[in-house]
């Protein structure tokens, strides 16, 4: 697939919840993912369809996703954006929170080799 057809797939895909899918059929065996900050004194890079589907796991099971927009997605070349506006409810301390952050994807040989999330920084 094109850069263009992989960047559409994960954006109807994830409007629809399809997370573990867009895992499943978009990302390389090998994908390298990096969070704005780790959890828990964890690295914010994973590596691996391995440590990829646990931080998505982790994720679903921890939070009560109230609503997610999805936009974009925005492409040039073998990148694309997609941006991610999500209220969420911490399951265990029960805290509310709205986030909005954007996904930045590298797609290498048909598949996204590497995803990068950068969170919203409110200036004063």
């Not at 090998?30 to 969070?35: A, G, L, N, P, R």
């Not at 998505?56 to 941006?83: I, R």
């Not at 996904?103 to 290498?108: E, L, Q, S």
Request: charged letters at 30%.
């Amino acid at each position: 697939m094109k850069t263009e057809e992989i960047a559409a797939k994960l954006v109807e895909l994830c409007r629809k919840n399809g997370w573990m899918k867009a895992i499943d059929t978009l990302y390389d065996k090998d994908i390298v993912s990096v969070e704005a900050r780790g959890m828990d004194g964890e690295s914010p890079e994973k590596r691996g369809i391995a440590q990829v589907r646990g931080k998505t796991d982790w994720w679903l099971q921890n939070m009560d996703m109230h609503s997610v927009k999805v936009g974009g997605p925005f492409v040039a070349h073998d990148h694309f954006v997609v941006q991610y506006d999500i209220d969420v409810t911490d399951k265990n301390s029960k805290k509310r929170m709205q986030m909005s952050e954007v996904g930045v994807y590298t797609v290498k040989a048909g598949k996204i080799t590497r995803e990068e999330f950068l969170p919203l920084t409110e200036l004063e």
